[in-house]
């Protein structure tokens, strides 16, 4: 009987590593099931430009997983029992139950309401291609006439409302932080930042934290309302509250906690990989949920599992963190590298060159998560029996 393995979230990180597996994973020894709520594959880094009115390249999953042997379910995720080793999966036909063997977790994260009342009701946000283009629906009612406020100071809301600010020049655009916007950045950084904020002609209300969203505004602490005909939310992001109904161990804020090979530290038989990952990275702090930290987890869990089931040494990814790229605009951008602190340095590559270092890295991981044959070894590995595990012997 094949060793069940079901990937869940078809994202950078579950697309990366169910393409991987496939091509490292023996056919007759492994089945490898992808299941994803949507049927292509979203650049969840673009969706900013998709909001604002930029068509993205299609990407059907049927055709990145086309001659793989992987099969795909497109289907919503509604629970996991860990104890029972199934997924329950919902689609227009109904609910069903999945079974495995390995579970590798890669569910993403969506946008963080922190509890605000009249978000979910009011608000956009471009954490998910739907909500993605249910904000494009209405920038389009607002045609060159209106208002859009964007709540956030992180890298989501700055490339959001500089995005739109861009494609849209008829639109007035406010953004609200709690704090200073761009205050990581080092000085140079954020003073390049500013500078586009006034170029696009931005109004930022810095120190102001939103209590409440209405139909047509927003209102803060002390009772301001800021006029919005369009609520962008991007205030942070959070992980699906699966995971801590699952069984698996979570820490507060509902992120898995693994162990350094991304094994779930509660059942060793769950590996995940990006948003829902706790782990803490090499410079002692926890891997922020980040496009890098995808990356790395993708490959440390795809390690572990290849070595974990064909009894080969697990080899170790290194799980840096080198910064920030950020876009402004399509011609504007800065690269912010970190120190081992990961406090920002004084230098930043800024303006045009970064804005095409920003657009390479997200094109290469997009034809990366694409192109999952690409380098397909001649030989894939063998499972390995527990005896053979056991006594270090590798199978051919």
């Not at 977790?105 to 309401?113: E, H, N, R, V």
């Not at 693994?258 to 410079?283: C, E, K, L, T």
Request: glycine share 10%.
């Amino acid at each position: 009987m094949k060793h069940r393995i079901v990937v869940l979230g078809a994202g950078y990180a579950g697309a990366f590593s169910a393409g991987y597996l496939a091509r490292r994973l023996h056919s007759d020894d492994f089945e490898i099931t992808v299941v994803n709520a949507e049927p292509d594959f979203v650049e969840r880094l673009r969706l900013h430009q998709l909001a604002a009115g930029q068509d993205l390249r299609h990407r059907p999953l049927a055709e990145v997983f086309a001659g793989t042997g992987i099969r795909l379910r497109v289907a919503r995720v509604t629970s996991v029992d860990a104890e029972r080793r199934t997924v329950t999966v919902a689609d227009g036909d109904g609910v069903d139950r999945i079974g495995y063997d390995t579970l590798l977790y890669a569910l993403g994260s969506t946008a963080a309401d922190h509890g605000v009342p009249g978000v979910g009701e009011h608000a956009f946000h471009v954490a998910a291609r739907p909500s993605a283009l249910r904000l494009r629906a209405r920038l389009d009612e607002l045609g060159g006439d209106g208002k859009v406020l964007v709540v956030g100071g992180n890298l989501t809301a700055i490339e959001a409302a500089t995005e739109i600010a861009e494609s849209r020049p008829g639109l007035r655009v406010d953004v609200a932080t709690s704090g200073e916007l761009g205050g990581w950045l080092g000085t140079k950084a954020r003073r390049h930042l500013l500078r586009a904020f006034d170029r696009f002609g931005i109004t930022v209300h810095e120190h102001t934290t939103i209590e409440r969203v209405e139909e047509e505004a927003a209102v803060t602490s002390d009772g301001t309302a800021l006029a919005s005909d369009a609520t962008v939310w991007a205030a942070g992001f959070a992980v699906h509250p699966i995971a801590a109904a699952s069984g698996l161990e979570v820490v507060a804020d509902g992120r898995i906690r693994v162990d350094r090979q991304m094994r779930s530290v509660s059942h060793p038989d769950v590996y995940v990989a990006g948003d829902s990952v706790f782990v803490i990275g090499d410079n002692g702090r926890p891997l922020p949920m980040s496009c890098a930290s995808a990356g790395y987890t993708s490959m440390q869990a795809t390690a572990a599992i290849i070595g974990d089931r064909t009894g080969r040494e697990i080899s170790t990814t290194a799980l840096s963190y080198v910064g920030n790229h950020i876009s402004l605009g399509r011609k504007d951008g800065i690269f912010q590298l970190v120190d081992g602190a990961a406090r920002s340095k004084s230098w930043a590559l800024r303006g045009r060159a970064a804005a095409r270092v920003k657009s390479a890295i997200v094109g290469t991981a997009a034809w990366s998560v694409s192109r999952p044959t690409f380098g397909r070894p001649s030989r894939s590995y063998r499972s390995a029996t527990a005896r053979e595990r056991s006594l270090g012997v590798v199978a051919a």
